[in-house]
């Protein structure tokens, strides 16, 4: 039984390898960079369970990046959505203390559902308005972009026939896979820190805003209203 998972390790390293070389560290590096940009935003927010909730969510986006290095992409998949499912669940329970509680007590279950609800839910008018009206007209757009990626990564765990037609048959590397996860990393991470903008630039302390200003700018800094809650111009350049 040992040797089994001793030549299952020796492969996921092997996988490792090809991974790193497939695109000379560019999407690698990218993926990689952004731990250390979420990490800030924990540090900003401060000790709370918000931040707790937004350290889980980082701790699974590190599990999934290390499931795709070594070619276990199904799990790669799952753990990169419960990573925007946490993340996101950071941002909502924050303006929803009770149930805040509730979740952090094992009494309430993640609720993708609340989250998405174009009236009451994240990505909503009544959340923008109480937070930064200024990003009122992109809340539908990050919403559309979160339920899209979050359909396409529950389709590995749902087992999806297409999907898993797809899938390597033998633990291999897949190029394909690689840049699939990455396409779908791109867009959790964005998603995440649009809702994460959303709800705190405006209500943090200048010091903790500026801890992570230089991420926001430079992924959100085309919006005006992102642009306004960093102090800077809000004139299209």
């Given amino acids: 039984m040992a040797s089994y998972y001793r030549t299952a390790n020796a492969t996921c390293g092997q996988i490792l390898s090809e991974s790193l070389q497939f695109d000379a560290y560019g999407r690698l590096y990218r993926a990689h960079s ?3 940009d979420f990490e800030r935003w924990i540090q900003a927010i401060g000790p709370s ?3 707790e909730l937004l350290s889980d969510a980082l701790r699974e986006y590190q599990t999934a990046l290390l499931a795709l290095l070594q070619g276990q992409y199904t799990s790669a998949f799952a753990e990169l959505r419960l990573f925007l499912e946490l993340g996101l669940a950071s941002v909502y329970y924050s303006a929803h203390i009770v149930e805040l509680h509730l979740f952090s007590a094992g009494e309430l279950d993640v609720n993708w559902s609340a989250f998405m609800d174009p009236e009451t839910g994240i990505f909503s008018h009544t959340f923008a308005r109480a937070f930064n009206g200024e990003l009122l007209d992109h809340v539908a757009d990050y919403r559309g972009l979160a339920v899209r990626v979050y359909r ?7 087992g ?3 999907v898993r037609r797809k899938l390597p048959r033998n633990l291999t590397f897949s190029g394909e896979h690689y840049v699939s996860w990455n396409d779908k990393a791109d867009a959790t991470r964005i998603v995440l820190l649009f809702a994460l903008s959303l709800r705190w630039l405006r209500n943090l302390p200048v010091e903790s805003v500026r801890q992570v200003e230089a991420h926001v700018q430079e992924e ?3 919006l005006p209203g992102i642009r306004s809650a960093l102090g800077g111009s809000v004139e299209v350049l």
């Fill in 160 to 162: 999806n026939a297409n």
């Fill in 152 to 158: 396409e990564c529950s389709e590995y765990i749902h």
């Fill in 220 to 222: 959100l800094g085309n």
């Fill in 34 to 36: 952004a731990i250390g």
């Fill in 49 to 51: 369970r918000e931040a």
